[in-house]
């Protein structure tokens, strides 16, 4: 049976070690005030959006991260979102900003994640940032995906030379996943819904990161013996349960190690936009580690 990865724990020590840096820095002559600051940004009352931003401004909190809380009627326009994000970018106190999404139907994303400094942009989404991503350059990273490749590292698991399937190909968490792991030598192959033959690729797969969102397309037995899965996907089950893309029981017979759902890349993703809200802030102010 296959290790169960410990989302929860290992976000708990990335806290921890981000905890203990900001202390740290504090401790250096002019930095004893020094504090990171993260400006959330929630358009509406979608109810899912404001837990998932509440969940990360206490997480803020608990590390030593200032949140700036900004909240906009479901009505908003594009212009006074820009003006928000404008005052937002010349505010020396906030180094990073994260714009929640979904948004309200009448508002496209482009525009508005367009409008975040590229040195502001914790959640890694903006064209420069993506491009950087594209090019291995230096630049902020989307916080899912690097919780996905935190916790395969985590897992003790070589990824050079494995052969990797990303299943889902979005610009939030597929397509950078996939880059990720190209960088780190896997060959990668990325599945989608026009994918033929979804269960033969798998069945070759090292490594299957999963971004869906459906419950159990990922069948259990299409999991090669002794391979790696993180399941990203998250549904709610008709019995009101989150649930992830893999048939769960079966899969965690045959893998080498695999992650829940909940409990598994959820946790991580807060823990590493914290880190990169940490990270954008010693750059803006010039620490020295
Ligand atoms: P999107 O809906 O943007 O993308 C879903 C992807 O899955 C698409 O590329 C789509 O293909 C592909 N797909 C859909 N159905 C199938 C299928 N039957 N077989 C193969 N591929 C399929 O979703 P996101 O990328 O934003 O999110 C994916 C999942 O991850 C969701 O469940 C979301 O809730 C979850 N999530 C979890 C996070 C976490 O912190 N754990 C953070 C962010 C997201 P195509 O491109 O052809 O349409």
Not at 75 to 104: M, Y
Not at 111 to 124: Q, S
Not at 199 to 225: F, N, P, S, Y
Request: proline share 6%; glycine share 10%.
């Amino acid at each position: 049976m296959g290790v169960v990865l410990d989302g929860k724990q290992h976000a708990r020590t990335v806290r921890q070690g981000l905890r203990e840096r900001i202390a740290r820095i504090r401790r250096q002559p002019g930095f004893h005030d020094w504090q990171p600051g993260l400006a959330t940004i929630l358009i509406g009352e979608d109810p899912a959006s404001r837990a998932y931003v509440g969940t990360k401004e206490k997480a803020c909190r608990e590390v030593g991260i200032a949140p700036f809380g900004h909240r906009l009627p479901a009505t908003a326009s594009a212009d006074e979102v820009v003006t928000l994000i404008g005052r937002l970018n010349a505010r020396p106190d906030v180094h990073g900003i994260l714009l929640q999404l979904p948004l309200p139907d009448h508002l496209e994303p482009a525009p508005l994640i367009e409008a975040i400094r590229p040195d502001k942009d914790v959640d890694g989404l903006h064209p420069v940032n993506q491009g950087r991503l594209v090019l291995g350059q230096d630049g902020l990273r989307p916080c899912t995906p690097l919780g996905v490749m935190h916790l395969i590292d985590q897992s003790g698991m070589a990824i050079e030379g494995k052969r990797a399937v990303v299943v889902g190909r979005s610009n939030l968490v597929g397509k950078p996943i996939a880059l990720l792991l190209l960088q780190r030598n896997a060959t990668v192959t990325t599945c989608h819904s026009q994918t033929a033959n979804l269960a033969d690729h798998i069945r070759q797969a090292d490594l299957v990161v999963t971004a869906i969102g459906q419950i159990d397309a990922i069948k259990g037995d299409w999991i090669k013996e002794g391979a790696g899965v993180i399941d990203v996907g998250i549904s709610r089950g008709s019995n009101g349960l989150l649930k992830g893309d893999v048939e769960f029981a079966i899969a965690k017979d045959r893998a080498a190690y695999i992650s829940p759902v909940p409990g598994g890349v959820g946790p991580l993703t807060v823990a590493m936009l914290l880190a990169n809200t940490v990270q954008t802030a010693e750059r803006q102010t010039k620490v020295r580690m």
